[in-house]
């Protein structure tokens, strides 16, 4: 299996410009999560979905923000516009939920580094 | 809500010294706990798991136990070596809430010198 798989791995904009990240979970994993990781802030958890459908979006941190997944192989998370402080690692798990919560494991993509200048 | 406390960093150690990384969580339920391992420039991957009170989860020479009557969850290794060099993040999943969501703590880096 190839794992998380996440696009671009790096990326560099301009602050106001539209950025999309990329992600495609392993197959069969029903649950993905996005996560961002700064110095300051540690690993932050900004949305993630169940079976396509977003559960939990209190971490994403304002309406510049917005996160869609159209199928169960495929996820985005758009800024737009970008800022410099959204300059960060995101990176993209997704997990299998057999129904047991608490026991799956996430298995995390490689991460996008992106800096807003 | 949901916390998870590991202890200030960073550490360094020389190889061959023994690694212990403390780790103790606040949750409303009962949780899973986990610690998580990131390598330079890669994203995190799990280390080692305990399901429930008492459970000691290993792998690759760490341990960690899990105690509930104390609320923790401290990584050992009795040796380190250079290749252990890495972030270490503890992390729980809180069976009262009904998602598969990860709280997870600061993370530590360590730093094992030849």
């Known amino acids: 299996d190839a794992g998380v798989i996440q696009s671009p791995r790096h990326e560099v904009t301009e602050m106001g410009q539209e950025v999309t990240l990329r992600c495609k979970p392993i197959s069969g994993h029903n649950s993905l999560f996005w996560y961002r990781q700064t110095m300051m802030r540690g690993l932050e958890l900004l949305i993630y979905?169940?079976?396509?459908?977003?559960?939990?979006d209190s971490g994403m941190p304002e309406d510049r923000f917005s996160a869609k997944m159209p199928n169960a192989s495929f996820s985005t998370l758009k800024i737009q516009p970008s800022e410099p402080r959204d300059s960060a690692v995101y990176f993209c798990?997704?997990?299998?939920?057999?129904?047991?919560?608490?026991?799956?494991?996430?298995?995390f993509g490689p991460g996008t580094r992106l800096t807003v200048l | 809500g949901d916390s998870v406390t590991q202890m200030e960093g960073p550490v360094t150690l020389s190889e061959e010294a023994f690694l212990t990384i403390n780790c103790t969580y606040t949750a409303t339920g009962y949780p899973s706990l986990f610690w998580y391992v990131q390598y330079p420039g890669e994203g995190l991957q799990l280390l080692l798991k305990?399901?429930?009170?008492?459970d000691k989860g290993s792998n690759k020479g760490f341990e960690a136990t899990y105690r509930k009557e104390t609320t923790s969850f401290h990584l050992e290794k009795g040796s380190v070596q250079v290749s252990d060099s890495a972030v270490y993040f503890c992390a729980l999943s809180d069976l009262a809430g009904a998602n598969s969501k990860l709280t997870f703590g600061k993370g530590i880096t360590l730093s094992v010198r030849p």
């Open positions: 979905f169940n079976n396509n459908v977003p559960i939990d």
């Open positions: 305990a399901t429930k009170a008492d």
């Open positions: 798990a997704s997990s299998l939920d057999r129904g047991v919560v608490g026991t799956d494991t996430q298995y």
